[in-house]
């Protein structure tokens, strides 16, 4: 499989802080079967659609691995997910 530039950049090594958010409500319960993550969901404003923020340090890919299976598992779509910070 070809790699772009972008990809060549990115690195799976090591503790990371990431926002996932996803469709939906998720209940801020949940927090400690998702590593601890913030969990923080938004008003839907003019019909907009409710999504939640999960915010937090994941110290590997195994981890990161497990915290979006566990989402997909909700049935929880998940619509970002990004490295914020090391």
Same mark, same amino acid.
């Given at each position: 499989?070809?790699? !772009?530039?972008?990809? %060549? %950049?990115?690195?799976?090594? +090591?503790?990371? /802080?990431?926002?996932? #958010? #996803?469709?939906?409500?998720?209940?801020?319960?949940?927090?400690?079967?998702? $590593? +601890?993550?913030?969990?923080? &969901?938004? $008003?839907?404003? @003019?019909?907009? *659609?409710? /999504? !939640? &923020?999960?915010?937090?340090?994941?110290?590997?890919?195994?981890?990161?691995?497990?915290?979006?299976?566990?989402?997909? @598992?909700?049935?929880? !779509?998940?619509? %970002? #997910?990004?490295? *914020?910070?090391?």
């Amino acid at each position: 499989m070809p790699t !772009t530039e972008s990809s %060549k %950049k990115i690195k799976f090594e +090591g503790h990371a /802080t990431y926002e996932i #958010v #996803v469709h939906g409500f998720l209940s801020a319960d949940w927090s400690d079967r998702l $590593s +601890g993550l913030q969990i923080t &969901s938004s $008003s839907p404003e @003019n019909d907009a *659609v409710e /999504t !939640t &923020s999960l915010v937090g340090p994941i110290r590997d890919q195994a981890q990161l691995n497990g915290v979006l299976d566990t989402l997909y @598992n909700l049935h929880l !779509t998940i619509l %970002k #997910v990004e490295r *914020v910070g090391d």
